[in-house]
């Protein structure tokens, strides 16, 4: 956006003749959401930086012709930019009107509607497998430039790796920092792509090895923004990208620092194997916590899947003394257009070990199977008793899709048994 607005404000994005009127219709239709009195209000009140996240959504892309989206043909999008077709972006009108029409966006990384499905399933789905394993640990692996900090750090048991923790390995102490730091820009991608999958193979050699019994993982990005020249396009907005994978993961033995330590290692080996000498340009940083309880990691899997915070992302370029214009001008570029086709959305969530379902040892995995989502035609068909009783599964994945479907409209699990 071409303007020097402070994009979280409703009333400004509102009152900006640039930003185009589906937009402002579609962030006019969250904010009645929002300011609703009934439970789906309360809980959209209740999600901190909310409102600030749909103005910045609302205002993104105003230089683009958006204006193209509904053609008399009927077509969507078909004039723009081939790289802003509506599944090479975030489109912030799809994503501001999640949930009318009782249609949802689906896309969690922008969407907390969408995130918290996301989350709600994977409580479902792991939650169950708390009993059956017996030591859980909370992981990230991330990459650091400082060669002082990189290594391995102790959570201080809040499983908030954002909280101090411990320093308690940290080998490459006396070496260089690292002297770049990466930027979205598509000549990097393989260096994402490369740092992505050297994460997913740890996961995948560590529970081959043994060493874990199974792991959940996701893989997630986050930017930073401060002022200065950029090495991506020249403008006086520095930003970088840090691409970090999160875990949950249950091992077979107490998880004490040997083991934390052979992890490492074999991040270290992965990492290598993956990225050529010249591209290795920071230092692999593991950060783990033990998870205690139960409603531990339920908080995790919260903290895993939740959606990008954007919002402080923007906030804390402006902290970092950005110009907010020039901020305006490259943030829906760098976060909306690379971040989002950088994540790779659809494959950044994996199941390793005993968290896994092997087709050929179905009792082997101790995660609770997601039935399908059924059809119209097998829920009409269901209705009919003694297909019912013919077919007991497709009962259960019906009652288990209407449970979330109630859930999404903001009903609590207690008034369940008033309203079937
Ligand atoms: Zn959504």
Redesign the pocket.
């Known amino acids: 956006m071409d303007s020097s607005i402070h994009r979280m404000s409703v009333q400004q994005v509102l009152d900006h003749p640039v930003v185009p009127e589906e937009q402002k219709l579609a962030l006019r239709c969250f904010l009645k959401s929002w300011y609703g009195k009934d439970a789906q209000g309360g809980w959209m009140r209740s999600q901190h930086g909310s409102k600030d996240a749909a103005a910045l959504l609302a205002s993104s892309f105003t230089c683009y012709p958006m204006g193209n989206r509904h053609l008399p043909c009927g077509g969507r999008l078909v004039d723009c930019p081939s790289e802003l077709s509506a599944e090479a972006a975030v489109d912030p009108f799809r994503?501001l009107m999640?949930?009318y029409g009782r249609k949802?966006?689906?896309?969690g990384n922008q969407?907390r509607?969408?995130a918290l499905d996301r989350i709600d399933l994977a409580w479902s789905e792991f939650l169950p497998a708390w009993t059956k394993a017996k030591h859980w640990c909370a992981m990230v692996f991330g990459m650091d430039r400082r060669a002082e900090h990189a290594g391995i750090h102790q959570g201080d048991g809040t499983l908030d790796p954002e909280t101090a923790s411990v320093p308690v390995y940290q080998p490459f102490a006396g070496r260089a920092n690292g002297a770049f730091s990466l930027h979205s820009g598509s000549e990097l991608e393989y260096m994402v792509d490369a740092t992505r999958n050297a994460f997913f193979d740890t996961a995948k050699k560590i529970c081959q090895k043994g060493i874990l019994g199974g792991a959940f993982v996701h893989h997630e990005l986050a930017f930073s923004f401060w002022s200065g020249v950029s090495h991506y396009d020249g403008s006086h907005i520095r930003h970088r990208m840090e691409p970090h994978l999160n875990l949950l993961v249950n091992a077979p033995q107490p998880l004490d620092l040997k083991v934390i330590k052979e992890i490492y290692r074999v991040l270290c080996y992965c990492l290598r194997r993956r990225l050529p000498p010249d591209c290795r340009w920071s230092y692999p940083d593991l950060w783990f916590a033990p998870v205690l309880a139960k409603a531990g990691m339920a908080s995790w899997l919260g903290y895993m899947l939740k959606m990008w915070r954007f919002d402080l992302w923007y906030q804390e370029a402006l902290n970092h003394r950005c110009s907010r214009r020039e901020l305006n001008l490259c943030f829906d570029e760098i976060v909306f257009l690379n971040g989002y086709r950088l994540a790779h959305p659809k494959g950044a969530t994996r199941r390793y070990g005993n968290l896994r379902l092997n087709p050929k040892n179905p009792e082997a995995c101790i995660a609770l199977q997601i039935p399908d989502p059924m059809t119209q035609e097998q829920i009409k068909l269901c209705k009919d008793e003694s297909y019912a009783a013919a077919h007991p599964d497709l009962v259960d994945a019906m009652f288990f899709w209407l449970e979330k479907r109630r859930k999404r409209r903001g009903h609590s699990r207690d008034d369940s048994e008033t309203e079937y």
């Open positions: 994503i999640c949930g949802h966006c689906g896309r969407c509607r969408c």
